[in-house]
């Protein structure tokens, strides 16, 4: 750590001689100015300062002058300045304090008194920079969480990974200047603690880690650790020995590391300018403990996801239970599906529902007699209209929930045809949703290959030409014109996973 850094401002070198007397005796570092414009200067081009001590009777730019110009620079406007002066009179005092000053000792003083001022406008310095420090630690904190909030609320799971973001927040929340060179996230896969080393906000490297990350224990609850180390300090910490051991072939000479090791995580920021304290080891800790309640979230929701996707499957299941052919359709058509959908470039979150949902694409023939849904031959006109029933019967099903509509909307338009002739609600082009569209081709594929009571199985060529030329039931304008174009492409992928999930 430093030592605090104060602008001493007097025309009088025996004032200033005597000054650096008090001050450094003190432990401060001492910069002189002997006029106004050199004050400004090295306010304005020099290190931050985190005291002025101002001379009121200056030559040419008297004190007042230098105290209005320092509280219009943003960079010095929230440096405390405690002016010194042998004009002693009220207006002198109310005016400084007016324009600024954070204090106004008459002349002369003595060192006692001279040293309890400056400390104290020295701490009151720091406590400023401290809150500001944690106010910014706080709302950057808060974006981060945004993010990962936003993916909960869109998705019901973390979609984006979390540590870049984390990363860059530690390095912004650090103090102006100080942000260390490097940051290890460590976390423990179940098999062994993995590393994972930022420059910047950019990862560079991956290391394992021969070191115990604390578990949680059988009361929900475990050690949060949290320090630093300053060299030449000795290693003691045994953490800190982890990071010098891991680290120092990425990372080179160790100078100083702030860290905290949380249930399950460890987070390291290491080579602070300046050297790491205490408050860097708080905000270490605070995005530690951040970064272990997102583990914990995903994990929650990996688990809520888990169980709803089976449940989807299950009611999926008890759907086809007419058809012993029909568990695998469906499992096939959500394949096709994600891979039509990924390919023409639709959002990761939209290509993950899809292949949930489109497994209850026929889930409204729950509501079809099982006499119709097993009738070896062709069905008569009064039964192929109670069969379309199944797409307003599976909307219903699945009603209105945010988590199934997309499956509601696949059950409801997946038999709509690009060219307005399908059913129930007799849609053209882009009013059928495309999740209905992408589903609608999966679906023709997978029953043109598939063999039922009623129909053999085509194999994959003549499938795909005749939904490219067409057979007279079904025709290349029944599908979106880019999606069939993209099955085209993707062809042999629908082929690999046709012979792989074979019934």
Do not use: C
Not at 31 to 41: C, F, I, R, S, V
């Amino acid at each position: 750590m430093r030592n605090p850094r104060i602008l001493l401002v007097d025309d009088s070198m025996q004032n200033r001689v005597l000054m650096r007397a008090f001050l450094e005796a003190d432990g401060y570092e001492l910069h002189e100015a002997a006029n106004g414009n050199t004050a400004l200067a090295m306010a304005r081009d020099g290190p931050a300062y985190d005291l002025v001590v101002l001379d009121l009777m200056l030559p040419g730019m008297d004190g007042f002058t230098i105290l209005t110009e320092l509280k219009k620079d943003p960079k010095n406007r929230d440096v405390p300045v405690l002016v010194m002066s042998v004009l002693g009179e009220d207006a002198a005092r109310v005016r400084a304090i007016g324009l600024g000053a954070s204090d106004f000792l008459t002349r002369p003083a003595g060192r006692a008194e001279v040293l309890v001022r400056v400390r104290g406008l020295i701490r009151q310095r720091l406590l400023q920079d401290r809150l500001d420090d944690s106010f910014f630690k706080l709302t950057s904190l808060v974006r981060t969480t945004e993010v990962h909030l936003a993916d909960l609320m869109r998705t019901g799971e973390v979609v984006s990974d979390p540590l870049p973001a984390l990363v860059e927040q530690v390095r912004l929340a650090s103090k102006a200047g100080r942000a260390p060179e490097m940051i290890a996230a460590i976390d423990d896969t179940g098999v062994g603690a993995r590393g994972r080393l930022f420059r910047g906000s950019m990862e560079y490297r991956h290391v394992r880690i021969n070191a115990e990350v604390p578990s949680v224990g059988s009361n929900g609850t475990a050690q949060v650790h949290a320090g630093v180390w300053n060299a030449p300090e000795p290693v003691a910490d045994p953490w800190v020995r982890t990071f010098h051991d891991v680290l120092s072939e990425g990372v080179g000479e160790i100078r100083n590391l702030a860290f905290s090791v949380a249930p399950g995580i460890a987070l390291a920021a290491v080579n602070y300018q300046g050297g790491a304290d205490a408050f860097d080891a708080e905000v270490v800790r605070g995005y530690a403990l951040h970064w272990q309640f997102v583990r914990r979230v995903e994990e929650s929701a990996r688990g809520i996801a888990e169980a709803f996707e089976y449940t989807v499957s299950a009611l999926a299941r008890a759907a086809e239970s007419y058809d012993d052919q029909a568990g695998i359709h469906i499992r096939r058509v959500a394949e096709y599906s994600r891979e039509l959908a990924e390919h023409v470039g639709m959002p990761l979150p939209f290509v993950r529902t899809i292949h949930v949902h489109a497994q209850m694409h026929d889930v409204g023939k729950l509501h079809v007699p099982q006499e119709i849904l097993k009738k070896p031959s062709g069905l008569t006109e009064e039964e192929t209209e109670v069969l379309k029933y199944h797409t307003t019967e599976g909307a219903r099903i699945l009603g209105d929930h945010p988590r199934l509509k997309m499956a509601a909307s696949i059950a409801l338009t997946h038999h709509e045809r690009w060219d307005g002739s399908g059913y129930p609600g007799g849609l053209a082009g882009e009013a059928i949703p495309i999740e209905g569209r992408i589903v609608k081709l999966a679906d023709v594929y997978d029953a043109l290959r598939s063999r039922r009571a009623y129909k053999s199985s085509i194999d994959h060529a003549d499938v795909v030409a005749t939904m490219l030329r067409g057979d007279g039931r079904i025709q290349p304008d029944h599908f979106d014109p880019e999606l069939l174009k993209a099955f085209v492409q993707i062809a042999p992928v629908f082929a690999e996973i046709g012979e792989r999930m074979a019934g």
